[in-house]
């Protein structure tokens, strides 16, 4: 009986440290979605990622995705133990670490002009008051965790005949609007444009192929998506940032080391000036032809739009009230003699 009991031991031990080890083989998978997929920049800046995050004893498999949708699905499914996609899919998880890319967030204006410099520095300053240990309360909600963000760039309208420069004349013209991102098709609708529902995986094509007249757009889409295509010989590229967007990776906290979050969140605050540096280079790929400057008046009025609509959508729980309080914070500590600065808005 001794010796059944001694087997019945040695082979519980041997299923367990055999799962153990299967475990450690399989290691995490990690889902990225890049739209030019393994050849991305996104895909290739986890190559470093996966060897520095090792060291704290992740086993890393970085699969990447061309379609955004797929990818967090994936994620959302556990086929994926984390996730890396723009914040519009990511708000899901983490509504106050999106809070920044929400339309006109980040934007700093100066005398009628956007300052890019500044409004950079208040995407910065953000995330990293999301990265610092502090902060890690509110990177985790539930089974899942914010553990890291980088910034992509700069959203602007790109437009397929250049007569569409002011929110009027945008009035009746088909926009695109992501499938995900129900605020977006209000906001559309609120200055008398049409959405037309896209995913990120087809509203380039859409563009391309004269489906809509509008779309919003990092800058570092412009070539690999071949947005001169939809720009023609007409179009152009309105010079306001709409938003500046992030990519967030999102990982289900319980399949990786203790303190793997925060070492995440480290390694990504860490290489913000690399990647910010990409991001604003990407704009110098636009021909100078192309942009349309708007008038400090119109800077002055997109302002206006798209902060009384980031209130409306957060009224009506689209946006994280918390978050963008914390935004706003930010940009009147870099512009204190903004108006909003000594108006109530934005801080619930």
Not at 20 to 47: H, I, K, M, N, Y
Not at 64 to 81: K, L
Not at 228 to 241: C, D, I, Q, R, S
Not at 326 to 332: G, H, P, Y
Request: with cysteine; hydrophobic share 45%; glycine share 6%.
């Amino acid at each position: 009986m001794s010796r059944n009991l001694e087997t019945l031991k040695v082979l519980f031990l041997a299923g367990v440290l055999g799962s153990v080890a299967g475990v450690a083989q399989a290691g995490q998978r990690v889902c990225v979605f890049d739209p030019l997929g393994t050849s991305g920049e996104a895909f290739r800046a986890l190559a470093d990622y996966r060897i520095h995050m090792s060291r704290f004893g992740a086993d890393l498999t970085i699969k990447s995705y061309t379609n955004e949708a797929v990818a967090v699905e994936d994620f959302r499914s556990r086929q994926c133990d984390a996730v890396m996609a723009t914040a519009i899919r990511t708000r899901q998880f983490n509504a106050t670490a999106a809070a920044l890319d929400s339309p006109g967030a980040a934007s700093i204006l100066r005398k009628g002009r956007i300052d890019m410099d500044a409004s950079f520095d208040v995407v910065r300053r953000f995330i990293g008051l999301m990265s610092a240990p502090k902060a890690a309360n509110l990177m985790r909600v539930g089974q899942f965790e914010v553990a890291g963000i980088l910034p992509l760039g700069a959203a602007y309208a790109f437009v397929n005949d250049r007569s569409i420069n002011t929110l009027k004349a945008a009035a009746g013209k088909r926009v695109a609007a992501f499938e995900n991102d129900k605020s977006q098709a209000e906001l559309i609708q609120r200055v008398g444009a049409v959405p037309v529902t896209v995913n990120i995986s087809n509203f380039s094509t859409m563009f391309n192929n004269g489906n809509v007249d509008v779309i919003v757009a990092p800058t570092i889409a412009y070539k690999p998506l071949e947005l001169h295509k939809g720009l023609g010989k007409k179009g152009a590229v309105a010079k306001f940032p709409l938003a500046i967007l992030t990519y967030q990776m999102v990982i289900r906290h319980e399949a990786f080391p203790k303190d793997f979050g925060q070492k995440s969140r480290d390694y990504f605050y860490a290489g913000f000036a690399q990647a910010a540096t990409i991001a604003r280079r990407s704009d110098q790929d636009i021909p100078a032809n192309m942009w349309i400057e708007p008038t400090p008046e119109e800077n002055d009025a997109y302002m206006v739009m798209l902060r009384q609509g980031r209130v409306l959508m957060a009224n009506k729980g689209y946006f994280d009230k918390p978050g963008l309080k914390l935004v706003k914070k930010i940009r009147c500590s870099l512009e204190p003699a903004a108006s909003e600065c000594s108006e109530r808005t934005e801080t619930w």
